[in-house]
């Protein structure tokens, strides 16, 4: 009972997080954007009696990355970038634990650096399109989208290793950080646009929504 009124409390939030930037009411945003982690946080811990250390460091890098987004100085978006990319790398984690097939986790593991390398190939073979943009910032953004990358490549892969609602869930997660980020990359340095803000907010709104049923739904026997 506890837990469906906190996440009608969340529903909540991420309607206000909607409705503020639709009308473009600034303070609500910043209010509505780093709730909405401390109320998945409440989820959590109302709904698990013990709590573990991976999740709450993905909740801190992800609250932390929400925060620095809103702020306004030199290096903001650096850590931005730097603390959603290591909350990724968590979530690659628990995607690689719920890999059971050893085989799978073996072709994995072999597969990395050259999936690394060519992510770094296609990132630098885009930085005559994206350089002027971009700026300093082309590198920290480099390595952001491999994590970003290797996350939905991870997640594909224990999805279709395995398919039920613990795997669809990082799966959701991963696709939504995705689609959200590419929104934001494009509405910021190409074509700014209030339906690209809109479209963001949505999908972070879905990838928190899902992070919240993973991380309780979550069985850390798995090996965590």
Same mark, same amino acid.
């Given at each position: 009972?506890?837990?469906?009124?906190?996440?009608?409390?969340?529903?909540?939030?991420?309607?206000?997080?909607? &409705?503020?930037?639709?009308?473009?009411?600034? =303070? /609500?945003? %910043?209010?509505?954007? +780093?709730?909405?982690?401390?109320?998945? #946080?409440?989820?959590?811990?109302?709904?698990?009696?013990?709590?573990?250390?991976?999740?709450?460091?993905?909740?801190?890098?992800?609250?932390?990355?929400?925060?620095?987004?809103?702020?306004?100085?030199?290096?903001?978006?650096?850590?931005?970038?730097?603390?959603?990319?290591?909350?990724?790398?968590?979530?690659?984690?628990?995607?690689?634990?719920? &890999?059971?097939?050893?085989?799978?986790?073996? =072709? /994995?593991? %072999?597969?990395?650096? +050259?999936?690394?390398?060519?992510?770094? #190939?296609?990132?630098?073979?885009?930085?005559?399109?994206?350089?002027?943009?971009?700026?300093?910032?082309?590198?920290?953004?480099?390595?952001?989208?491999?994590?970003?990358?290797?996350?939905?490549?991870?997640?594909?892969?224990?999805?279709?290793?395995?398919?039920?609602?613990?795997?669809?869930?990082?799966?959701?997660?991963?696709?939504?950080?995705?689609?959200?980020?590419?929104?934001?990359?494009?509405?910021?340095?190409?074509?700014?646009?209030?339906?690209?803000?809109?479209?963001?907010?949505?999908?972070?709104?879905?990838?928190?929504?899902?992070?919240?049923?993973?991380?309780?739904?979550?069985?850390?026997?798995?090996?965590?």
């Amino acid at each position: 009972m506890i837990k469906q009124k906190l996440t009608y409390v969340f529903i909540a939030v991420a309607v206000l997080y909607l &409705l503020a930037e639709f009308f473009q009411l600034k =303070l /609500l945003i %910043s209010i509505a954007k +780093v709730s909405l982690i401390p109320v998945v #946080y409440i989820i959590y811990t109302s709904s698990k009696k013990k709590h573990h250390l991976y999740t709450l460091t993905l909740l801190i890098f992800y609250f932390l990355g929400d925060m620095f987004s809103l702020l306004n100085f030199k290096g903001a978006v650096e850590l931005t970038l730097l603390f959603f990319g290591l909350g990724h790398l968590v979530f690659i984690r628990f995607c690689f634990e719920m &890999l059971q097939d050893v085989r799978v986790r073996r =072709l /994995l593991f %072999s597969a990395l650096p +050259v999936i690394v390398l060519w992510f770094i #190939y296609y990132n630098y073979s885009i930085k005559d399109i994206f350089g002027d943009q971009l700026g300093d910032l082309l590198t920290p953004v480099m390595f952001y989208s491999i994590i970003l990358s290797a996350f939905t490549v991870v997640s594909i892969m224990s999805y279709f290793n395995k398919e039920n609602k613990m795997t669809m869930y990082t799966l959701i997660i991963a696709m939504t950080f995705l689609v959200g980020d590419v929104i934001n990359g494009i509405n910021m340095y190409f074509s700014h646009n209030s339906f690209f803000e809109l479209t963001n907010v949505i999908a972070q709104v879905i990838a928190y929504y899902f992070l919240t049923k993973f991380i309780v739904a979550y069985d850390f026997k798995l090996k965590s």
